[in-house]
């Protein structure tokens, strides 16, 4: 099963995190398939960069995002600006109209 998550590539004290596709099982700074983005917390404000196709693609296949990848996509990309991924819980207890 395949992942999106966050791989920290900065220096001590200086997050700076990498959103990368990897195997669920490797380990956290393992391999990797591709890097999608980055995401630097450390700006005011905090930048989120992401390549939309690619990371749609990878959803489409199946990989599914870290609860923490998650929540910067739904707080940093809108709807007609890319893919926005909800939880499955949400997606569940969601009326449908």
């Keep these: 099963m395949l ?3 966050m ?3 900065g220096s001590k004290k200086r997050p700076f995190f990498r959103i990368v596709v990897s195997e669920a099982r490797s380990k956290k ?3 990797f398939i591709e890097v ?3 995401y ?3 700006t005011k404000p905090a930048v989120f960069e992401i390549n939309k196709d690619r990371a749609a693609y990878w959803v489409k296949v199946g990989a599914r995002p870290s609860d923490s990848v998650r929540t910067l996509m739904a707080k940093h990309m809108t709807r007609d600006r890319g893919i926005v991924v909800e939880p499955a819980a949400a997606q569940a ?3 449908t109209v």
Aim: aromatic share 6%; net charge positive; charged share 35%.
């Design 93 to 95: 207890a969601a009326p």
């Design 3 to 5: 992942s999106i998550r």
């Design 29 to 31: 700074e393992g391999e």
């Design 40 to 42: 630097n917390p450390r």
């Design 7 to 9: 791989r920290r590539t």
């Design 36 to 38: 999608l983005g980055f």
